[in-house]
């Protein structure tokens, strides 16, 4: 049964119809106006900020997409970017005078930050699977609890990194390989990665039974609790990866660390065309949403067509339109 | 590290004394209730850095006097905050920085009524006339001064980008003061989009207006923390030394900047989170002196230049 359900869109994502190039649709039309409106747009400098903007996000998205395919929900990942980034910042001022300056101690910042992360995850994890509580509520609840953990930590200011550590880190954001920044390098992977996960692997077809009908996945012999565990752990990871990224790019972090990130990668997974009720996940459509997203931005403020307040309207009516292409096809 | 045990030993400490004497024991102790928003963002984190600070050196000076304090995460617990202060504290004079103006405007007159002495910091009341003392910062002093600084600085025909904050009426009123005060300077303002007071923004929007615009001569980043991102954005476009940055407000880093004579940061300008303080001890000399304290303390916005940077610079502060 559960075999049955997810061969199919196996099949379909090989040869995608045209319900699934809405989002992909979406990007190009954007693109076209972008390029259209500024004629600094498709800059080499344009397209790696928006991309290196978009890679903290992505990382994210792209975990939450395995969340939301199971049927859940994480509200707490922005939160908990702040809260493991302050975590990092701290645990490498500490070791500083221990380790000194140098390679070894950016490391064990990175692994740090990968390991609360994880812990965070499995926490979210624990309580939806083993507590039994819906993820809204679990991680709305720990949304909050990050949140003010990292504002007691930074006493409401900001916690910054030691200025030499930063120069030595800094290059992480702002470098990269043959001319590509490092943060679009790793998004890549992680994107390329989470698409063979979902489409190749019995970890991601285990995930769209389980959001399609965890009843008929337990029956056959999927353990239900455990993969749903791994889902909020992996996102966990891949929060701890994005904050190893975003850190060296102002090695700072405060209260308003991550603001709504957490509504942006949802609205990706959505725009995307994965389904918000679970059951069917599409990874590249993740990250077409989140390029839609940070497109948005970078060319209301390239083109200055609107008043500024208006901002928030135009972005909430493209993403609407994204959506809405998608799902007028897909029932047509 | 240190410093957050530092400080949350002192909170705890000062907490402790504060519920430690009860007024009713001490007879004729003044009882001063403090009332603020809980430290969300850097300008609030500094605020109440600053009232810990100064109710701990207050209590140290006036034996007579006492303090409660109180932080809130919204106007809800606020409310209740100030109601149990006058319930269970029998406080005589309330401290307030109002979360928001209308939902407090209630409750703090209800306390005024019950003939206490209230002091109303930085955001004024829907209601006139219900404060005994009001000190608050100036904000259009606050985007004059920095007009003038770059009326005096850039030759017409300059080019400058601003950010603005969160839109919010205080913010109108800064970016209307600075835009008068460049009238007819013939300084052109290429872009002005909203940063919302917050380093992340403030970092992808000046990139893009990096990208946007070849020829920039100034900012007016119009906040400490959004000078920051933005001095990131013009460090990874190589573009330092063509264009220099204003803030606002008064953070140590920037401030540090300001004295070391940074060519990138020449100057600051004050709106400052100690107001809380200017509050708290002209409040205090009502109760300890005959001296008049009713009426209304505007604290000035001043230019922030190497000269007289020391006397903004508080390295402890968080913020």
């Known amino acids: 049964m559960s075999d049955a359900a997810v061969q199919k869109p196996a099949r379909t994502a090989q040869l995608p119809g045209l319900s699934a190039l809405g989002p992909l649709l979406a990007l190009i039309l954007l693109v076209v106006l972008g390029a259209f409106l500024n004629d600094n747009f498709l800059s080499q400098g344009n397209i790696t900020n928006v991309l290196a903007r978009s890679a903290f996000i992505g990382m994210i998205a792209v975990g939450m997409t395995f969340v939301i395919t199971s049927g859940g929900l994480d509200l707490s990942v922005g939160s908990m970017a702040a809260f493991v980034a302050g975590v990092m910042i701290l645990a490498m001022n500490a070791l500083l005078p221990a380790m000194g300056v140098g390679v070894p101690l950016i490391l064990a910042g990175m692994a740090v930050a990968l390991v609360v992360g994880l812990l965070a995850g499995l926490a979210n994890g624990l309580l939806v699977t083993q507590a039994r509580i819906e993820p809204f509520i679990v991680t709305l609840g720990t949304m909050g609890i990050f949140r003010s953990l990292i504002t007691w930590l930074a006493d409401g200011g900001t916690i910054s990194l030691d200025f030499a550590v930063r120069q030595l880190y800094r290059p992480v954001y702002y470098s990269g390989l043959f001319g590509i920044a490092w943060p679009i390098l790793v998004f890549a992977v992680v994107a390329i990665a989470g698409q063979i996960a979902m489409r190749h692997t019995r970890f991601g077809r285990y995930c769209e039974a389980i959001g399609s009908n965890d009843k008929v996945a337990r029956y056959s012999a999927v353990g239900v609790d455990g993969v749903r565990l791994m889902t909020y752990v992996l996102l966990g990871l891949l929060v701890g990866l994005a904050t190893i990224m975003y850190v060296p790019r102002l090695g700072s972090a405060s209260g308003s660390t991550g603001t709504l990130w957490e509504l942006e990668a949802i609205a990706a997974v959505i725009i995307g065309g994965t389904a918000l009720k679970g059951g069917y996940g599409r990874v590249w459509g993740t990250v077409v949403g989140v390029l839609i997203l940070s497109l948005i931005d970078n060319i209301l403020i390239l083109a200055d067509l609107v008043s500024p307040y208006l901002n928030g309207t135009i972005q909430g009516v493209i993403i609407v339109l994204a959506v809405v292409l998608q799902r007028g096809k897909s029932s047509a | ?319």
């Open chain 2, 1 to 319: 590290m240190e410093r957050r045990t530092f400080l949350a030993t002192s909170a705890a400490a000062a907490l402790a004394t504060g519920l430690a004497v009860p007024a009713s024991a001490q007879g004729k102790k003044a009882v001063i209730g403090v009332s603020i928003p809980s430290a969300t963002h850097g300008f609030m984190g500094g605020l109440n850095w600053h009232a810990q600070e100064t109710i701990k050196r207050l209590k140290a000076t006036y034996p007579q006097l006492d303090f409660v304090l109180a932080t809130a995460g919204n106007v809800g617990k606020q409310v209740n905050d100030i109601e149990d202060m006058v319930a269970t504290r029998n406080i005589d004079a309330l401290v307030v920085l109002p979360f928001e103006s209308e939902p407090l405007t209630s409750p703090v007159k209800a306390v005024k009524d019950a003939g206490k002495w209230v002091t109303v910091v930085d955001r004024g009341l829907s209601q006139p006339g219900i404060e005994d003392l009001y000190v608050a910062g100036d904000n259009t002093a606050f985007g004059r001064v920095s007009g003038e600084y770059f009326r005096a600085n850039l030759k017409p025909g300059a080019k400058i980008v601003v950010l603005r904050g969160i839109p919010t009426t205080l913010d109108n009123e800064r970016v209307d003061a600075f835009q008068k005060a460049i009238e007819g300077s013939g300084i052109e303002i290429l872009d002005m989009q909203h940063g919302n007071w917050n380093r992340d923004k403030a970092f992808s929007v000046m990139q893009d207006y990096l990208s946007k615009h070849k020829k920039i001569d100034a900012v007016w980043a119009a906040d400490d923390d959004m000078a920051i991102g933005v001095m990131e954005a013009i460090a990874q476009s190589g573009r330092q030394k063509e264009m220099w940055i204003v803030g606002g407000a008064g953070m140590k880093e920037i401030i540090k900047r300001v004295m070391d004579k940074d060519p990138q940061v020449p100057v600051d300008v004050s709106y400052p989170p100690a107001q809380i303080s200017t509050a708290l001890e002209v409040t205090a000399l009502r109760f300890v002196s005959d001296t008049p304290v009713y009426g209304r303390f505007i604290i000035g916005s001043t230019l922030i230049t190497p000269e007289n940077a020391a006397a903004f610079y508080f390295p402890n502060s968080p913020f």
